[in-house]
């Protein structure tokens, strides 16, 4: 048996870069391509104009060791200054629209309207005018990471508060910029910010990620029923979450592998898409951690039910699926954990692991997995009613930013390959891509150790000139062609 799966995810895994027959159907012209970036990982200019500090700010400076090569994002991309260059690389593959997200801090220093920053604000009005002067649709990301300090230093995400001081942010993005945006995203990766990216390190796993996770939801509510009331009468856009993770693909077809499959499926992206959709947790979720908060001696769930009313407050607040991706799990069942220190992964209770014979990555979680993405674009279709999904970020990351970038012109081929299946196989409604990222730049704790971009950018360079790799030339050429094969033979 154990043979037999080694020689399927063998065969699977080296088929990666030469063996996969690539989709031949052109996408359709409706079809949105673009590209990813968020503010701290770019725009440097961490100071400039008034802005105020964030929590990277924060902690890259006083403690560099948080960060693997010791680095900061003070300057990066510097795109604080050069967004005309990163438009100019937009536009040069063609791309339709720039998914990028605003700074809180810039435009509110102290995280409240009081503190409006006008040279901030002033910032992303160039910055859309640019883009749309060259035909590109701006869609925003109202929260990625970057909290402001202040905000931070009154409790940040955890505090019931946090819900009304995001919503009060929304509603200022809405009434500067919404005039010129129709996709609106209001936090990125929950689960991220929640757990692997939570900032106040350490956080008391399996307790405060899932407060996190109820306030994050809250906020995003708040936020969509302002746009739903005030704004959408006369703007007329949607707004959506950013859910992210893998797809786990069960380790065999025992039963016990299926379910762990599945009860992966549901701890993580039900713990956020089942109360936008469906109205509450999973059921699964609130079983277990229920059952599991009992044994350790807790009076109540760790798992902080949501009331009726939140329920109500939060179903149906998702106008479309925005999905984070880039690598697949394996898993496998395993026996009840034992009881002990709680954490959100013995609540899950499953073994997961990526083979060691996939194409890896700097990154310990980014393994190529290409297949992985049509199962999974295929299980939210089938779950939560086929949503209209855009995938918001997708990607491959090296070390080095080599301009020979081999591994990720396959990478954004095969991805976009099962994409193209789970859309015309599987009848998945979605309706556009955005790799992440447009350019090299700073990769959370991994500095700049890890390299995403379409273009290279040498930090060491003052001028931060963004050089184009082979892969964003291949990607030119499927945004203009709608095609993945190169001599542009697709099925219309
Ligand atoms: C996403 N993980 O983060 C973010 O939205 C981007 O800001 C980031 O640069 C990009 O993916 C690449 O990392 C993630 O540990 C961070 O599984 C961590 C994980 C996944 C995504």
Redesign the pocket.
């Given at each position: 048996m154990k043979f037999v799966l080694c020689f399927i995810l063998c065969i699977i895994s080296t088929s990666y870069t030469s063996d996969i027959v690539i989709n031949n159907k052109r996408f359709p012209t409706s079809f949105l391509f673009g590209a990813?970036t968020?503010s701290y990982?770019i725009e440097g200019g961490w100071d400039a104009d008034g802005k105020g500090q964030n929590i990277w700010d924060n902690v890259t400076h006083k403690n560099p060791n948080f960060i693997k090569d010791g680095t900061n994002a003070d300057v990066s991309s510097d795109s604080y200054h050069r967004y005309k260059d990163d438009v100019q690389l937009l536009k040069d593959h063609g791309a339709q629209f720039y998914r990028f997200s605003i700074a809180w801090p810039r435009i509110m220093p102290n995280g409240f309207r009081n503190s409006l920053n006008q040279a901030g604000v002033q910032y992303y009005k160039n910055l859309i005018a640019e883009l749309k002067n060259n035909n590109i649709e701006p869609m925003i990301t109202i929260y990625?990471?970057d909290l402001p300090q202040a905000l931070q230093d009154l409790g940040g995400i955890k505090m019931p508060q946090f819900a009304d001081w995001f919503a009060e942010y929304a509603r200022v993005c809405f009434e500067l910029f919404g005039n010129d945006v129709k996709h609106w995203m209001t936090i990125?990766?929950p689960y991220?910010a929640c757990t692997?990216?939570f900032i106040s390190l350490p956080y008391e796993d399996g307790v405060e990620d899932y407060i996190c996770i109820k306030n994050m939801l809250l906020a995003h509510a708040n936020a969509w029923h302002i746009y739903d009331k005030d704004f959408r009468p006369t703007q007329g856009g949607k707004v959506g979450m950013?859910l992210?993770?893998?797809w786990f693909e069960p380790e065999s077809d025992k039963p016990e592998d299926l379910e762990a499959s599945e009860r992966s499926m549901q701890f993580i992206w039900g713990w956020l898409a089942h109360p936008l959709y469906k109205g509450d947790y999973p059921e699964i979720m609130k079983t277990r951690v229920a059952m599991r908060s009992q044994l350790e001696g807790y009076n109540q769930s760790r798992l902080t039910e949501l009331t009726s009313e939140e329920i109500a407050y939060i179903k149906g607040t998702n106008d479309f699926f925005c999905v984070?991706s880039?690598?697949t799990a394996i898993v496998r069942g395993q026996p009840e954990p034992p009881i002990g220190k709680p954490s959100h992964n013995t609540d899950l209770g499953v073994v997961m692991y990526q083979p060691a014979d996939w194409q890896d990555s700097p990154?310990?979680?980014?393994k190529v997995c290409p297949w992985g993405i049509q199962k999974l674009l295929r299980w939210i279709a089938n779950e939560y009613g086929n949503p209209e999904m855009i995938i918001t970020?997708n990607?491959y990351?090296d070390g080095t930013g080599t301009l020979n970038d081999t591994i990720r012109y396959n990478y954004i081929k095969d991805y976009l390959s099962y994409i193209r299946d789970a859309m015309d196989k599987d009848g998945a409604n979605v309706i556009g891509y955005g790799y992440?990222?447009l350019i090299d730049?700073f990769?959370?704790t991994?500095g700049y150790t890890?390299k995403?971009g379409l273009a290279y950018i040498d930090f060491n360079d003052p001028e931060r000139k963004r050089i184009r790799k082979m892969s964003s030339y291949y990607y030119e050429h499927v945004i203009k062609t709608r095609c993945l094969l190169e001599d542009n033979s697709c099925q219309d």
């Open positions: 990813a968020s990982q990625h990471n990125n990766e991220v692997v990216g950013v992210n993770s893998n984070n880039y690598t990154l310990d979680w980014l970020e990607g990351a992440w990222s730049n990769e959370w991994s890890a995403f």
